[in-house]
């Protein structure tokens, strides 16, 4: 029974990274949702440490005291997807919700 064990070790130890995960195309969509998210979670970050305004990583920023930056925390605050979203329904799937507030009215 140990050899078994054994030599069935041997043959998952040979296999490459490129064998294992490459060759089947059904773990392709893994790599393409790993990538995705560390792609949104690298940029957050980056966002977050170089943008922010109360994140100061230049000694001149740092020396302030008082900081008036409220022009430059609105301006951070209304970014690009927000200002794309902003005047549109609240709602994900309002004909559904719709319906559904529809059916438990009549």
């Excluded at 109360?54 to 008036?68: H, T």
């Excluded at 430059?72 to 605050?77: D, I, K, Q, T, Y």
Aim: charged residues 20%; contains cysteine; positive net charge.
């Amino acid at each position: 029974m140990a050899s078994a064990t054994a030599s069935a070790a041997g043959r998952v130890a040979k296999k490459s990274f490129s064998q294992r995960w490459l060759s089947d195309p059904s773990t392709y969509p893994i790599f393409g949702v790993i990538g995705f998210a560390g792609v949104v979670c690298g940029g957050f970050c980056i966002r977050q440490l170089f943008f922010h305004p109360d994140c100061n990583l230049s000694p001149a920023k740092r020396a302030q005291v008082v900081r008036q930056n409220t022009a430059e925390g609105r301006a951070f605050s209304e970014h690009s997807i927000k200002a794309m979203t902003k005047g549109g329904d609240p709602q994900i799937m309002s004909g559904l919700n719709n319906s559904m507030v529809k059916s438990r009215l009549d």
